[in-house]
């Protein structure tokens, strides 16, 4: 059996002092002690800052920047980001209400996915964010609430590719999708809205998600463009917004490289004064959800217990899958492997063991690392789940066998 090696601090972002991590500047033992139980999820201001300033340097200026708030909905998070970013995009009544409580300019908010009910629709135009209508129904809808309330609806039409982004994680456009209008539908979408009186802002092209490989991303970004001039080509009203999704994936795997921003950058250089000159009045934008909050966030648990069974070593902490199921390997349904794990307040002793890190879930799946090197841990002493701040939390079954909701910490 394989044993997954211990990562090095200095591969995480977040500072160790005195054997310690710290999140926020704070060790990390005083921060279970302020937040007053265990587990928690903490965020670090710091990290979130940085990253979005290390974006804006690589990107061109022109080109606008959202946060995809369904990455991290926690409030004290998006405001946080609010501040930083260009937009915000949502993809629920609930996400719309946390994007409108930061005093985000609502016309910068925009409000995506399939099946957005009526009252979610109502409420969209009524506060002024634009809607990504995915469907004709939408369409029809979205006319007639709009007549209802007496305004006009911001509008643009999420396309679903005739492509793919390449080796991403999470296909989510190209071939038969929920999501989205198929592109050679465009046309016949674009005269319908024109007939029912709504004006189209552009067109929203998210081809796909969690990519590590810069050539994908570029290529998916050179056909979104070509794209996106097409349907401008049947479109009657000039293309203000355009956005042409983002994928930027982060690594959480052994053996998984980070994501090289530069040539992204510099194809963009190239890329968007093309978008310019052929569509003037069009504000570009990318949107990113885990690039941007992924690595500001860790997941921590307490040992509660550490048992022998047969030689192996197990760790059982306060916590597990169910608030964290990613880490635990989404229910068994793939080959799971370790996030990155460290004992937090141990960074760096020498004296390791191999063991397995588990939850209190009287389930086998309720593994966050599976046979790791770490230091030697005992009772009380604080796991520390690393890449977690995006899909953490709010993507996880938390009724599952009824334990407590974890906290959640911006520091
Ligand atoms: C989920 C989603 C995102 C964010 O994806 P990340 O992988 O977190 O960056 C962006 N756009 C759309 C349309 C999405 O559904």
Same mark, same amino acid.
């Given at each position: 059996m394989s044993v997954t090696k211990p990562i090095h601090a200095a591969q995480t972002g977040f500072p160790v002092a005195d054997g310690c991590l710290q999140v926020g500047g704070i060790p990390v033992t005083r921060l279970a002690q302020r937040v007053g139980s265990t587990p928690f999820y903490a965020y670090d201001r710091r990290l979130l800052s940085e990253r979005v300033a290390q974006v804006r340097t690589h990107m061109p200026a022109a080109l606008e920047l959202h946060y995809s708030v369904k990455a991290n909905p926690m409030p004290a998070l998006v405001q946080h980001l609010a501040g930083l970013v260009d937009g915000?995009?949502?993809? !629920?009544?609930?996400?719309?209400?946390?994007?409108?409580?930061?005093? $985000?300019? &609502? @016309?910068?908010?925009? =409000?995506?996915? &399939? @099946?957005?009910?009526?009252?979610?629709? /109502?409420?969209?135009?009524?506060?002024?964010?634009?809607?990504?209508?995915? !469907?004709? /129904?939408?369409?029809?809808?979205?006319? #007639?609430?709009?007549?209802?309330?007496?305004?006009? %609806?911001?509008?643009?039409? #999420?396309?679903? &590719?005739? =492509?793919?982004?390449? @080796?991403?994680? $999470?296909r989510m456009g190209g071939g038969a999708k929920q999501f989205g209008i198929d592109a050679e539908e465009a046309p016949r979408m674009l005269a319908l809205a024109a007939t029912l009186g709504l004006d189209v802002q552009g067109f929203h092209i998210f081809s796909g998600s969690q990519s590590l490989k810069a050539d994908a991303i570029i290529e998916a970004q050179a056909q979104t463009v070509e794209l996106a001039l097409r349907l401008a080509e049947a479109s009657s009203n000039p293309v203000r917004m355009l956005n042409i999704g983002g994928g930027f994936g982060i690594p959480y =795997?052994?053996?998984?490289? /980070?994501?090289?921003?530069? &040539?992204?950058?510099?194809?963009?250089?190239?890329?968007? %004064? #093309?978008?310019?000159?052929?569509?003037?009045?069009?504000?570009? !934008?990318?949107?990113l959800g885990r690039y941007l909050v992924g690595e500001a966030g860790v997941y921590v648990a307490r040992v509660v217990d550490r048992k022998v069974s047969r030689g192996q070593v197990f760790l059982v902490t306060d916590g597990g899958l169910h608030h964290h199921l990613a880490a635990s390997g989404n229910f068994g349904q793939v080959i799971r492997k370790n996030y990155p794990v460290a004992i937090g307040n141990r960074m760096g002793s020498g004296d390791t063991e191999a063991v397995s890190v588990v939850g209190p879930l009287c389930t086998p799946l309720d593994v966050l690392a599976d046979r790791m090197e770490l230091p030697r841990a005992d009772v009380g002493d604080l796991v520390v789940v690393f890449q977690s701040g995006a899909y953490g939390l709010s993507a996880s079954p938390t009724a599952f066998l009824g334990h407590a909701t974890p906290s959640e910490v911006l520091v």
């Open positions: 915000l995009d949502v993809a !629920s009544g609930g996400e719309l209400k946390v994007a409108l409580d930061t005093g $985000m300019v &609502p @016309g910068r908010i925009s =409000f995506a996915g &399939p @099946g957005k009910s009526e009252a979610e629709l /109502r409420q969209a135009i009524a506060a002024g964010a634009c809607i990504h209508a995915e !469907s004709e /129904r939408e369409l029809r809808t979205v006319a #007639r609430l709009g007549a209802d309330l007496g305004i006009a %609806p911001q509008l643009v039409l #999420r396309i679903n &590719p005739d =492509f793919e982004l390449k @080796g991403s994680g $999470m =795997f052994p053996g998984e490289a /980070r994501l090289d921003l530069a &040539p992204i950058g510099a194809a963009l250089d190239l890329l968007l %004064p #093309r978008v310019q000159s052929a569509l003037p009045q069009a504000k570009v !934008s990318i949107e």
